[in-house]
């Protein structure tokens, strides 16, 4: 009987009734040892009735085996993986080491871990409940927060339980919290008064009650542990009862009363993690303790056996044995453990246990480890084949052997996202590595870590003294390295550091791969770009564009996409990360999505797609979400704050004050100057709509990056005009001007033309206006070409031709009509007004009742794709795309998906 814990138990039991009624839920249990999670946990289980029940429990020695954790809980309900898409069933067995397949992403498991979840949800509720997820594997952590966080519309229910007072922490901030406490002085009572064999005073059960804390696991041992007077009250209490750390040493003396034979037993179980009855049988016997010891420790209450499974009775119990023995028995019984386990199924586990027994270096081991660590990557657990990697290099003695694991260990770590673990190993590596190979690539990771999360211009340094190190050995990876900084440098971020000539090779030749020419000619057109010769430049990139897209080099196709806007080619850039989104998105390569889609909302922009943009940011935000990656809602938080800002939203304040937060808390590598330049384009606009001229052209003087400036470069110059502060309105147009005529761009070209006649007398506007719409009609950049018919609209205007004014008024109108840029359509509204035209009144749209994922969901719909479909496209369930559009059909009157197409969706 479960005592004190009936509000506790209520709640939980409501999440079982919501999932009957077809919601997801989600909860972590948090307490300090003994406090009763997983007393609740088997409460909850036991209420649910008709549901699929899976389980699972973090284990301390098995954290370094990626996904072994998940691979419990899902083996009951594996059967069922036939029925996903091929590439998630496929990453399943792969990561559980049923199939030796090509390397996966991690984010692919995790995806398919919500798939399987769903798919067996189809016959039924499924509860699944994770205990000590403060040890789970970092792999199965990762899968299991994915998943509970993109649940909604589904009958399922993750609860996790965790201590709060273990060093290794489980406390995600988006997972409902309920925190246990000890038990009430009644609820002791009644825990004490079932658990003593005799009578329990009144004020023994007060006394023991306070002095514990109503610490069930405490009351639990406490009757056992006190005489008949102690417990009857005619005799004083010990000075020490067993808390926290004397529970401890309370189940340490129970095994101490055990045999020779018995504690041995008990220290193989410590330090097992197969659960198996076999295994430890196996390993005793190698040890010399008989089978029938099993039977002298399991009336003991330290160790639960059921069949072959054994388990040992509460985490307690295995910590204090393990740190008990001395470092000699503890590598005594790993290596019995080893020897007990088969190398064909249990060859991860064989091998932490033969390093878990060496006392020195060791070869052999070392490289067994390795093997695992590469095993681990290719199963996409990044973090346990980075610890596999780092013990290899432990135990190896030769430094060029360790500097090679040490930087594998570096490199996985950064590609599991434990990115200052990643730093301090390559700190490390750098002090051993002779071999310049192995330096360049120790060099070309800090300069990624530098982009990421530190100095860009630190990271151009990087990559510069990479290429020259490594130039006379491997003229790919100098080219490579080279084309990284000449990246960064056209970004802005420029350390001063060069290369001497010749020293990389530039030119291309017959015999170079696709990839080898994309990455040449990506370094010529930068080192143009670096020269202002930005016409040679687009030239050259031009050739790299034409074939990029044949390397299956998605970092190429990156570099190749971000130098393209730089140069002004935003089609060309659209179309690479495109590309990028879709190719990631079948891989499930998650942090490649999160990047094409922070790259990509520039181009939308550019092409005056603002509902592509809010996508985009959306689905970035609930992506980095859904990972628990923060720092990556910094950079779609600032374009939705531009958004915001240029369509007059009222939650304009909200996103500026939580973008802001974010950069000043946030470590944002290269994006942080992009970010700082989206919030002062989003002050300059916000402080123009108002009429704060000045004010709003202090802000657009703040950017710096280039493309930015560039793609903001009308209302800047409109800005400055607005200020009367004409000398910068007229540097900034010859800014652009000197752009446009080396490029050749027809966005570029009006945009010149925009700025020299808002600078221009009056007779000259005209002939201005009218030459940069002329380039604007070849553009596709709409919200630009409206405020350019805005602007002439005005002038004709107040110019006293009106008739003329109107045509580019209504067009300019419509255009800000279609973006929902509030304060220019009442501001192009008021002025076809004055030019005594009647603007057309459009019906208020039911679609600003809808959330973003439904405007989403239904511009996917409305384009003819199924639930299924779309529930693959955005990750998510095929109930929770069914639950999305419900509320859309609901809010906008519509009652089928033909109505829904015929919307204007945006």
């Given at each position: ?12 039991v ?5 999932a009957?009624a077809?919601?997801?839920s989600?909860?972590?249990i948090?307490?300090g ?10 409460a ?28 419990r ?23 559980f ?10 984010f ?12 067996v ?11 000590d997820?403060?040890?789970?594997d970092?792999?199965?952590s ?17 609860v996790?339980a ?20 000890g ?26 009650a ?10 639990m041992e ?7 007077a ?12 067993p808390?926290?750390d004397?529970?401890?040493r ?8 055990l045999s ?5 037993l008990?220290?193989?179980a ?8 076999s ?46 023995a001395?470092g000699?028995e503890?590598?005594?019984?790993h290596a019995?453990?080893?020897d007990?386990?088969?190398?064909s ?9 033969r390093?878990a027994?060496?006392d020195?270096p060791d070869?052999?081991v ?18 346990s ?8 290099a ?13 930087f ?16 301090a ?5 750098r002090?051993?590595?002779d ?13 990624r870590?530098?982009?990421?999360l ?8 990087m990559?510069?003294r ?19 900084a000449?990246v ?31 990455l ?19 030239k050259v ?5 034409t074939?990029?897209?044949?390397t299956?080099?998605?970092d ?6 971000n ?17 990028m ?14 990047y094409?889609?922070?790259?990509v909302?520039?181009?939308e ?9 809010r ?14 990656q ?10 939705l ?5 240029l369509g ?6 909200a ?5 802001e937060e ?5 470590r ?18 916000r402080?123009?709509h ?12 703040q ?20 200020a ?23 966005w570029?070209?009006?945009?010149a ?12 506007v ?9 380039h604007?009609?070849?553009?596709g ?17 107040r ?7 109107r ?24 002025e ?11 019906n ?10 439904e ?6 719909v ?25 509320n ?19």
């Open positions: 009987m479960l005592h004190g814990r009936d509000r506790e138990t209520a709640e939980l409501a999440m079982l009734d919501a009957r077809g919601l997801a989600r909860m972590l948090s307490a040892a003994g406090v009763g999670k997983s007393a609740l946990l088997e909850m289980a036991a209420q649910a009735h008709g549901a699929t029940v899976l389980r699972t429990a973090g284990l301390e020695s098995e954290s370094p085996l990626a996904f072994a954790a998940l691979h809980l899902l083996r009951p309900v594996m059967d069922r993986a036939t029925s996903l898409p091929e590439p998630q069933a496929r990453a399943l067995h792969v990561a080491g049923q199939d030796d397949g090509d390397r996966i992403d991690p692919l498991v995790a995806l398919a871990t919500l798939s399987l979840l769903t798919e949800a189809e016959a039924g509720p499924v509860l699944c409940l994770i205990d997820a403060h040890w789970l970092v792999a199965s990762e899968a299991l927060l994915f998943a509970a966080r993109r649940l909604l519309a589904e009958p399922v229910v993750i996790f965790a201590r709060d007072d273990d060093p290794r922490s489980f406390a995600p901030t988006d997972v409902p919290l309920m925190r246990l406490q038990l009430s002085g009644p609820a002791s009572g009644a825990l004490l008064r079932e658990r003593a064999d005799h009578d329990l005073s009144d004020q023994v059960v007060h006394q023991l306070a002095r514990t804390g109503g610490n069930p696991l405490a009351l406490l009757p056992g542990r006190l005489n008949t102690q417990l009857e009250g005619t005799a004083a209490l010990p000075d020490e009862l808390l926290s004397r529970v401890e309370a189940f340490l003396d129970r095994c101490r009363r020779e034979t018995g504690q041995t008990m220290l193989l410590a330090a097992d993690d197969t659960g198996r009855l295994v430890l049988l196996r390993a005793g016997e190698a040890l010399g303790v008989p089978p029938a010891t099993v039977h002298e420790v399991e009336p003991t209450q330290l160790l639960e056996v059921d069949g072959d499974s054994v388990r040992v009775r509460h985490p307690l119990v295995r910590s204090a044995v393990y740190q008990a001395t000699s503890r590598r005594h019984v019995a453990l080893a007990a386990l088969t190398a199924v249990d060859r991860d586990r064989r091998t932490w246990h390093a027994a060496c020195g070869e052999g070392a490289a067994e480890l390795e093997a695992a660590g590469s095993r681990a990557e290719r199963r996409g657990g990044h973090y084949a980075s610890e596999a990697y780092q013990r290899a432990r135990l190896t003695s030769r430094d060029e052997l360790r500097a090679r694991r040490l594998s260990a570096a490199r996985t770590s950064y590609a599991a996202g434990t990115i200052d673990r990643a730093g190993l390559l700190d490390e590596v002090l051993i590595a071999d310049p190979l192995v330096r360049a690539d120790i060099d070309r990771l800090r300069g870590i530098q982009v990421v530190g100095s860009a211009a630190d990271a151009h340094s990559f510069i990479a290429a020259r190190g490594v130039a006379e050995q491997d003229q790919e990876r100098a080219v490579e390295m080279a084309a990284l000449g960064l440098r056209s970004h802005g971020a420029d350390s001063g550091s060069t290369l001497p000539a010749g020293v990389v090779v530039t030119g291309v030749t017959a015999s170079d791969s696709v990839r080898i020419q994309c040449k000619l990506l370094l010529q057109s930068t080192t143009l770009d670096a020269e202002r010769d930005w016409g040679g430049a687009l990139l031009r050739t790299a564009l074939i990029g897209l044949d299956e080099d998605r190429v196709w990156a570099n190749l996409a130098i393209a806007l730089h140069l002004g080619d935003d089609a060309a850039h659209r179309r690479y990360f495109s590309a989104l879709s190719a990631a998105r079948a891989d499930g390569a998650v942090m490649e999505v999160l094409a889609l922070h790259r909302c520039l181009s922009f550019a092409a005056g797609d603002w509902s592509a943009v996508r985009s940011a959306d689905d970035a935000m609930a992506l980095a979400r859904s990972i628990g923060p720092a990556l809602t910094t950079t779609p938080l600032a374009w704050t531009l958004l915001a800002a007059g939203a009222e939650d304009y304040d996103l500026l004050n939580e973008t974010a950069l000043a808390q946030r944002l590598g290269i994006m942080e100057r992009p970010v700082a330049d989206l919030l002062h384009w989003a002050k300059g606009t402080a123009q108002a009429g704060a001229a000045s004010e709003s052209s202090h802000h657009f003087d950017m710096r990056v280039p493309v930015l400036t560039r793609l903001a470069a009308s209302a800047r110059i409109s800005a400055a005009v607005q009367k502060e004409h000398s910068l309105a007229s540097d900034w147009t010859s800014e652009i001007e000197a752009f446009a005529v080396a490029t050749a761009l027809p570029a070209l009006a945009v033309e925009h700025g020299r006649a808002l600078l221009a007398g009056a007779d000259d005209p002939g201005l206006y009218e030459r940069a719409l002329i604007h009609a070849q553009a950049r709409r919200y630009e070409e409206a405020c350019t018919q805005l602007a002439y609209g005005e002038h004709l205007r110019a006293g031709r009106r008739v003329e004014a045509r580019h008024l209504t067009k300019a109108l419509e255009t800000f009509r279609d973006l929902r840029a509030e304060p220019l359509v009442a501001r192009a509204t008021r076809l007004r004055a030019s005594g035209a009647t603007a057309r009144q459009r208020p749209s039911t679609l600003v009742a809808l959330t973003p994922t405007l989403h969901i239904a511009q996917l409305s384009h003819g794709m199924s639930n299924k479909d779309v529930a693959a496209q955005c990750w998510i369930s095929p109930r929770t795309v069914a639950f999305h559009l419900r859309v059909f609901t809010k906008t009157g519509v009652t089928s998906r033909g109505e829904l197409a015929q919307l204007d969706l945006g």
